[in-house]
Structure formats: C-alpha cells, structure tokens
C-alpha cells in the first residue's frame, strides 16, 4: 500500500485546518451546494493510497471498553497485561481514579497526565458512565475529557501568567506544549519509527475547533443531555470554580454534543487474544463474523478537524480504517479517484439497503441521500 502520508510520530503536533491542508496538497476544501464544504482531490489519486492520516483532537473510550482499553490513545490492552497509570497516587475509589485509568505505555500515561488525566483522577465520573452504559451513550463522556483538558489548560495558563517556574521547562517552554501528544502514541518501540518525511500527525485543538464543526440547531435541550449535564458537573465538583462552572452550562454541553453526534468517527480496534486461552481464536473469528467484536470490546469514539469535512456517500471514494490499531484513522482510496472528484466517506453500514441506509441517515444526521447509489437504487425500486 503506498502512502501520500506517512507518519508513525510518537506526538502530534497541534494544527490548524489552513494548517493540515497545507500538509495535504492533493486535498482542497471547496464549498458543495446543499452541504455547506468537502472535500475534494486536486490530483489524480490511485487506487489504495492513503490519502490522509490524521491523529484525533478529542476521543474517548466507549462506556463499555473502559477498562480494556487505552483512556488516551484507545488501543486495546492485552488481556491480563500489566497496564501504566497515570495520574497521582491518589487512593480515591472513583471509577475514574487512577488505578482504574489504563495506558497502554509509560507515553500514553505520561501525555495524558499532562494533558487531561490530572484532573480526571479528582474526579468521579462513575455515575455518569454507568448512565451513559445504560442510555447507549458515549459522548457525555467525551466532554468529560474535553472539560478535563479545559481545566488543566486553564491552570497552566495561570501557572504562565503569575511567572512560576514549575510550569515551565528548562528551556523556556511552557508544560502545555510537551503535553501535546498524539493519541496515536503506543509501544514505545514505536518511536523508532517516527522519520516521516512529513513529520508529526496533525490533530485539531477540541478547546478552540470543536466549535468549527458542523452542528444541529435544537430549540429545546433534549431531557436525557439536561440529566447527562448534571451528572457531568456533579463529577467535575472538584474542579469547579465559578467561572469554569459558568463556562460549562447546560449550552455549552448541547452545542458540544451536537457537533459530536454528527462528526465524530467509531473506533474499532481488534482485540488481542489471550495466548493462554486456546479457545479465544476460535470465539473471535465467530464474533467477527457476527459482526459484534467491535461492538461488545475494544471500541471508542474519536473526533478529528480535517476529516470531519469528509461528506457521505453510500459509494464512498475514500475506505476509513485504523492501522496502529489505536484512534489514529487512515482514509485509504478504495478506488481510482479523479482530480476535482469529491472525497466521502460513508456516515453508516453502506451493506445495508436503500431504505435502511436512508432511514439511519435520516435518524441520525437529518438529510435523505441522493448519492448516485442511492438514485439508481431508487430509480430500481431498490429497498
């Protein structure tokens, strides 16, 4: 498989969307009539390229995975492997603590006290999980780290403003800055590989471009996301002083959330396999057969900048995938793709029917498709 982007960067680097297009030429953003922007080739692309690589700006194990999964990078962790913590040593029972925040290297634990686990292990997010397993939802908990981030950044930069010198390092640079890595970090054999010609991934920055992704207008907060907001600032109480409250209402979270249900990816990542289980092989290929071994283990949720301009088709040009098994997507060209063509990716199972693909599409982002499948399908009679 060629790349026209390679990268294996133990960190991420922080960057616009001017920014990552930029790093991307093949790739322009161009208005589509109907659909706000997209994407688009502004070169011939062949078949099996990846066309972009992008580390995500916020992203979160799935209720179910939390404890066997990675709470910084989402890889999954082997079964019974000894796992790193992070965060201080604090003996707190909280489901958040730090003994119960897996990583799967000593640079996961590390970047994410850095950049957001610090403040989780104050907190206890254990009621709004078990509400988020039992109500199928995720992004609650997403916006639990974003607040989180929000906290440490806002400490940081109170550290910076009063000149101390514990939130600098010997060089001058601000803690923040080193904080800054990407959730694709992994083994740290996988440093060895970080010499891209391109250098570092990119990924967006969720405190000041979450609000640059597309979101729906709700006139009225829906009462599951007014009871999911409780529960949020109910854990973050000891974080909470009154601007950071203030900052956190109950808009703040519908808008955050708006723009999470419509633009953030599903992680799927492949569970290792217990060795001393004989039969584990023989259970996994018959869940991956079912269909159910992302569902029921190793999943999370993640959202990107530069991706989430990517529009549906049901006969996408680009195949979204997970190479280092972790949140760092790979959109791949699944075949020939012609320059000025647009680059989709596909919002739902694009193996389903006409109507069920529609009636998912219309559920879950508002718009009926009238992609070229979808048309002739319709035009067939197609179901």
Known sequence: MRHMLLSTAAAAVVATLEEQLERA????????????RG?????D???GMVVHEEAPMLCAPSPHALH???HHCLRPLAPGAASHHGGSSSSSPSSSSPSRMPFCSPTCS?????????AAARCDFGPLQQACREAGEKFPLMLA???????????QQQQDDKGGASGRGGDGSSARGSSISSAEAGEAGEAADATGAEGPLARGDPLTQLRHLCFANLAEPPPPWADMHRLLLHALRPLLEPELRRQLSLAWF?????RLHLNSFRVDTVPPLDASDPSALLRAAAASLAGSASAAHHTGSAA???ASLLNHSCEPSLGVSFPRNNAVAAFTAARHIARGEQLTVSYVDAGQGLAARRQALAWAYGFTCRCPRCVEEAAAGGQ
């Open 304 to 306: 990107y900048l530069l």
């Open 254 to 258: 519908c808008d955050a959330m708006a």
């Open 145 to 155: 780290r974003l607040a989180c981030i929000q906290v440490q950044q806002q400490q």
């Open 25 to 36: 030429p093949w790739i322009q953003l161009l208005p589509v009539p109907g659909a706000g």
């Open 110 to 118: 590390a970047a994410a006290q850095g950049e957001w686990a610090a």
């Open 39 to 43: 994407l688009f080739a502004a070169a």
């Open 68 to 70: 066997s999964t990675c």
């Open 45 to 47: 692309i062949e078949q």
